[in-house]
């Protein structure tokens, strides 16, 4: 029966490109475990041979059964694009108190980082699929970024549309010349000195083509799209306008794909007034608690946590403003009130908060890419997940120099609950309070990032 050879073919040829787990197979009602044997086996044409022995009627239930398999799985889409940065980073972890004017000596590290760096590979680590639009150039740099990503999607089974993606030449741009930084690590306080973008002029017009890649490559939404830090929406680059990618991007995918964002300076600089029209159209928006001072410079009503955080509900926001190594606090917009996830590890435990926002960001993403609704309850499942996600993040100097897999979160999360059986004190929880009980703490936490 040629319908059965074209049929195994289809499915093979799907399950090549996307990630459905061998359980979905061997559980198929008739079919059982020799469907996943058809699929995972060595000899696929051998196969397909000893099924065509069988009867028609068993060929045509397989044939069925392969239909259901692609229909049911294949509508919804798992996948998560990334946009924003990428960057060198020479990492100098100081032995001492960095004191201006002084001698130090340092321990130093060559990685890469950058928001989109930072998400792609820890979220690639954990198994998901994901698409990276990153802000490298065709140079040296930007040739051992890819190098970096192309490892880390090799190393956790990424499916073949990914690593396509990451080995396309037209994955780096030639109007963008990759920028490096330099992050000085003393204790677990960080200082961050940024090279300034060159040439970004072209990302516009390069990131348009690269999600034209990635809609051709999948023909469907992604479940999540995460926007980080984009150089280009500064306005201060010839034939861009201020926040210009970033706009278009919402554009591009409200109402269709879950958007994260996690400004950085180049559209923090455009303050509230510019972005307001925009943040309802984001799914959520996080910003870290100096960052979101910043934001909020232009409007004198808004100058504390709790001003802002009432911003936030005003304007149907789900928010998210993180607090270094001192957890979160966000709102929902089905919530009057203001949600706290407490910091879960203790701070003689952190070594560095680099990238911890990152890492927060990609372990909400890893919930949201598995229910496309966010409902109050799926949000603070994913606050959990994240602030886990981040505390792991914090024992390692670098924002991405170790990005654990699923059972090195699995581990840590089994240690955190560990200590607190030997503490007798049981993990913080999320919580949930109204305006008025969390007025005293969020002032508190003010005073401490005054």
């Not at 044997?37 to 009867?55: H, M, P, T, V």
């Not at 890819?146 to 780096?172: H, M, W, Y």
């Not at 203001?338 to 911890?356: L, M, Q, S």
Request: net charge negative.
């Amino acid at each position: 029966m040629d319908r059965l050879r074209e049929a195994i073919s289809r499915l093979n040829n799907y399950l090549d490109e996307h990630r459905v787990k061998r359980a979905i197979l061997s559980t198929i009602p008739g079919v059982g475990t020799a469907l996943d044997i058809l699929i995972y086996g060595d000899d696929l044409e051998k196969l397909i041979e000893d099924l065509q022995r069988q009867s028609e009627e068993r060929q045509q239930e397989i044939i069925n059964r392969i239909d259901e398999v692609i229909s049911k799985y294949g509508i919804v889409s798992k996948t998560i694009v990334t946009i924003g940065s990428g960057n060198a980073e020479n990492i100098l972890e100081c032995m001492s108190e960095v004191e201006i004017g002084s001698k130090h000596q340092v321990s130093m590290k060559h990685e890469y980082g950058g928001s989109a760096v930072n998400v792609t590979t820890r979220l690639l680590s954990m198994e998901h699929d994901v698409y990276p639009v990153i802000t490298t150039g065709r140079d040296r740099l930007g040739n051992q970024i890819r190098d970096r990503l192309r490892k880390v999607a090799e190393q956790s089974d990424a499916c073949t549309g990914v690593l396509r993606f990451i080995n396309s030449k037209d994955f780096q741009a030639y109007s963008i010349e990759t920028p490096s930084s330099t992050v000085i690590v003393s204790g677990s306080d960080r200082t961050i000195f940024s090279q300034p973008p060159g040439k970004v002029g072209g990302f516009r017009g390069f990131m348009d083509e690269r999600l034209d890649a990635f809609t051709r490559e999948n023909r469907k939404y992604p479940r999540v799209v995460m926007i980080g830090h984009i150089y280009a929406d500064s306005g201060d680059h010839e034939d861009l306008e201020p926040g210009e990618c970033t706009i278009s991007i919402i554009n591009r995918f409200r109402n269709r794909s879950l958007i994260h964002a996690n400004f950085g300076n180049s559209q923090i600089k455009h303050q509230s007034e510019f972005w307001e029209d925009y943040l309802d159209k984001i799914s959520i928006f996080q910003l870290n608690i100096k960052e979101a001072k910043k934001f909020f410079q232009d409007n004198n009503e808004v100058t504390t946590l709790t001003d802002i955080i009432k911003w936030f509900m005003s304007k149907n926001i789900n928010a998210v403003i993180t607090l270094d190594k001192f957890g979160a606090v966000a709102t929902h917009k089905d919530y009057s009130g203001v949600i706290i996830a407490w910091p879960i590890i203790e701070r003689i435990h952190v070594k560095d908060t680099t990238g911890a926002g990152d890492a927060f960001a990609a372990g909400m993403a890893s919930v949201l890419c598995e229910n496309t609704e966010l409902t109050c309850t799926q949000f603070q499942s994913a606050l959990e997940v994240a602030r886990i996600w981040a505390a792991e993040s914090c024992k390692h100097v670098g924002a991405s120099v170790f990005c654990p897999n699923i059972q090195d979160i699995e581990d840590f999360n089994n240690i955190l609950k560990k200590e607190a059986r030997k503490n007798d004190r049981p993990i913080a929880p999320i919580v949930s309070m109204d305006m008025r009980s969390a007025y005293d703490i969020l002032s508190l936490i003010d005073i401490a990032f005054s």
